[in-house]
């Protein structure tokens, strides 16, 4: 796992972070997650943050595809996957037991 911490230069504080988990190395794949500060919601930082990352997947890490997942209710994150070129692959449904009840997830991938 690769973990990426985001900073405004001139504020010197961070603003969001990002990782990346190689999940299969021999079949070259991973998955990344983000996340922003709210304060700094809506002003492109995980665009940016996200997209490093992917980035450095393909670039650095050779990887072959790379996933995301998110809750459905999320759209700020699901737009961001679609703006990255991530094309929906499916709902996991009640994939997670939290804070007392089932949660599902929206997975989106692209391929190199
Ligand atoms: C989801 C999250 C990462 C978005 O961060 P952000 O820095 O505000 O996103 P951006 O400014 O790069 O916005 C990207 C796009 O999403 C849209 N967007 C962002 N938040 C939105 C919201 N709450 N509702 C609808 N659209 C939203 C923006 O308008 C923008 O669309 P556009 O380019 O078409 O104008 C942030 O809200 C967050 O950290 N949430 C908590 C953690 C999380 O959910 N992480 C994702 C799970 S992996």
């Given amino acids: 796992m690769y973990f990426l911490a985001a900073a405004r230069k001139d ?10 988990k190689i999940i299969n190395p021999s079949e070259r794949q991973g998955e990344i997650g983000f996340g922003v500060a709210p304060k700094y919601w809506k002003q492109g930082y995980a665009t940016e943050i996200a997209g490093t990352v992917m980035d450095s997947a393909f ?7 790379v996933a995301a997942q998110c809750s459905p209710d999320n759209k700020g994150s699901i737009r961001i996957m679609q ?9 996991l449904r009640d994939i ?17």
């Fill in 11 to 20: 504020a010197g504080e961070i603003v969001g972070e990002a990782v990346l």
């Fill in 59 to 65: 670039q650095h890490f050779n990887l072959h595809r």
């Fill in 83 to 91: 703006k990255l070129g991530m094309a929906r692959e499916g709902l």
């Fill in 96 to 112: 997670h037991f939290a804070r007392g009840k089932w949660w599902s997830t929206v997975i989106y991938g692209v391929l190199d």
